[in-house]
């Protein structure tokens, strides 16, 4: 007997009149009830999407299919059950425009979010945005303080799950974006960096830049380098002897890895060598542990890697006295699927400095369970208070199946010259070497030769700008200390401070008021994954007289 099922019909037609009426006559006819039925505009193509939930038999849904493709106008027909596709949310909202400056800020919220706007009234500006569930609440979490006038949830439209060339009858053609992008978000970072940009009197704690300059000598050896014709040409993929070499030694003083040139790829910044990483080791259908909260672009990137997959997030304990990983919970978390568990340490966002024990422990874990460690330690150079950094691969129970991953950007002030590195198991390295290489082809010239001077030169700008960090750090501490909503617990490393909000707030919302009301931007603490939700991300990175007044701002604002 042919079962009865939820099926959900895609139709693509030509933008005519009395299209609609057709198409719906044509389910009265045979006596299909339509459950729903949203219509959304191709304008690119003059063309429009009707996603129509039905209950039928298979047999039905065929005639119901062939008897569409008689109304002139349809293109192209898709006939699909829910477990064959991905729905996103269709959303409408009317948000007030006081002044050209609100309006642009509105505007520019919209093209982060890839949302249209689609009226333009007096003081007012209707935007239509479709996406995921979560990307929709995040876009009228960030537009709530302008004042919403209105807000519709309109219903979904249905994509297939793989991109797909769509050849209709009149020789139509067209390609379904990929679903991977409508999966994911910008980084909330960018996103707020962006906004503090667009208006000078707001004060940023929220990207993390350090306030230094390049040390000199690093920016001479740059130049030396260009002087001698060193940087013309690509050099090659894994990056160039000296540096590579440079950094065997380094490993081995620093970090107490032991390592050969051959286990050293040179990558474009730390994030490319955590995205070739993630791509080189996980398949689509692999779980990759990461231990919450954690840098978002981390998350980001496995959800690319694994074309739209979620982590699964571990959160660590938040107590008086720290951030607390509990191993049984790690357990607990993996399945035959899991490939990995992702660390950062120092932590970006809450400043974590993993111990030895914790160490030994997710070692253990990953020797038992046969799972790789991916370990983060970009901030390696700065911990407070007698903590002390500690590389997971230098453990030798698990230095076979760690990537580590370090970079220059942090530690010398060389955020723009995108010089990261990966050491790792050979074959390891081998495998991510194919993927750097399709990624990027090799690093920048100029910026190798810049990251040898900082390698191999005086370390004493590093120890002057963790001094630094360490007065800036007891600034943010002592503002704290004036409120009785903020709570937070000590960072131990890097230069964040992760900060609760008393009462369950919502932490996009927060941000985007104290964004445009108290003029200081800092990060919604979700942003950075389970764990995050009530939290404010503050990076004291910055300037001292910034970092003060941000403070006097943040602090004033939530106690009122």
């Known amino acids: 007997m042919d079962e009865t099922k939820l099926y959900t019909i895609i139709i693509f037609t030509e933008n005519k009149p009395g299209v609609l009426y057709r198409i719906a006559d044509s389910f009265l006819?045979?006596?299909?009830?339509?459950?729903?039925?949203?219509?959304?505009?191709?304008?690119?193509?003059?063309m429009s999407r009707f996603t129509i939930t039905v209950k039928g038999t298979k047999l039905s849904i065929e005639k119901i299919t062939k008897q569409l493709y008689k109304i002139i106008e349809v293109i192209k027909v898709l006939e699909m059950t829910d477990d064959e596709l991905i729905f996103k949310e269709i959303?409408?909202?009317k948000v007030s425009t006081k002044?050209?400056?609100?309006?642009?800020?509105?505007?520019?919220?919209?093209?982060l979010f890839r949302a249209n706007i689609v009226y333009v009234g007096s003081n007012y500006l209707m935007i239509e945005k479709s996406g995921s569930e979560e990307e929709i609440n995040s876009l009228y979490s960030l537009l709530k303080p302008f004042g919403i006038r209105e807000y519709v949830r309109s219903g979904r439209i249905a994509l297939t799950k793989e991109e797909q060339m769509f050849n209709g009858k009149s020789g139509h053609a067209f390609v379904e974006p990929s679903t991977l992008t409508s999966l994911i978000e910008m980084s909330a970072i960018k996103r707020v960096q962006l906004m503090a940009k667009a208006d000078?009197?707001?004060i940023s704690l929220a990207q993390g830049i350090p306030s230094f300059a390049t040390p000199e000598h690093i920016k001479k050896a740059a130049i030396d380098a260009i002087n001698k014709g060193e940087v013309d040409k690509y050099t090659p993929g894994y990056g160039i002897d000296e540096l590579r070499v440079a950094?065997?030694?380094?490993?081995?003083?620093?970090?107490?890895?032991?390592?050969?040139?051959?286990?050293?790829?040179?990558t474009h910044g730390g994030i490319e060598a955590m995205m070739s990483t993630f791509i080189a080791l996980l398949n689509p259908s692999d779980e990759i542990i990461i231990l919450s909260p954690d840098y978002a672009s981390h998350i980001t990137q496995t959800q690319i890697a694994r074309h739209g997959g979620r982590p699964i997030y571990v959160p660590l304990t938040e107590t008086e006295n720290g951030w607390v990983l509990d191993p049984e919970k790690v357990v607990s978390a993996i399945t035959h699927r899991t490939k990995a568990i992702l660390l950062c340490n120092p932590c970006n966002p809450t400043g974590k400095v993993y111990t030895l024990e914790e160490l030994r422990e997710l070692a253990k874990v990953a020797k038992k369970f046969n799972l790789f460690i991916i370990s983060d330690e970009i901030y390696e150079y700065?911990?407070?208070d007698k903590k002390k950094h500690i590389s997971i691969g230098s453990l030798p129970e698990a230095a076979d199946r760690v990537i580590?991953?370090?970079?220059?950007?942090?530690?010398?002030?060389m955020t723009g010259w995108r010089i990261g590195y990966i050491v790792a198991n050979i074959d390891l390295v081998a495998q991510i070497m194919k993927i750097h290489d399709s990624l990027v082809t090799c690093p920048t010239a100029i910026s190798q030769y810049a990251a040898l001077a900082a390698i191999t030169g005086s370390q004493g700008p590093v120890s002057e700008f963790k001094k630094a960090f360490t007065k800036r750090r007891q600034i943010v501490i002592d503002a704290l200390k004036k409120s009785k909503k903020l709570k937070l617990v000590l960072p131990e490393g890097s230069y964040y401070a992760f900060v609760k909000v008393a009462g369950n707030i919502d932490d996009y919302d927060l941000t985007m008021r104290l964004l445009h009301e108290a003029k200081v931007a800092v990060v919604p603490g979700s942003a950075f994954g389970l764990g995050g939700e009530s939290h404010i991300r503050i990076s004291f990175g910055g300037e001292e007289a910034e970092i003060k007044e941000g403070m006097r701002r943040l602090v004033e604002y939530i106690e009122k």
């Open 382 to 384: 700065f911990t407070y």
């Open 99 to 111: 002044n050209p400056s609100r309006r642009q800020e509105v505007e520019e919220l919209a093209y």
């Open 247 to 266: 950094i065997v030694a380094k490993v081995k003083r620093d970090n107490n890895i032991t390592a050969t040139k051959e286990q050293v790829i040179v």
């Open 91 to 93: 959303a409408l909202i």
């Open 29 to 46: 006819k045979r006596k299909i009830n339509i459950e729903s039925l949203t219509v959304s505009e191709i304008e690119a193509q003059g």
């Open 404 to 413: 580590s991953i370090f970079g220059v950007s942090k530690s010398y002030a």
């Open 200 to 202: 000078k009197n707001i």
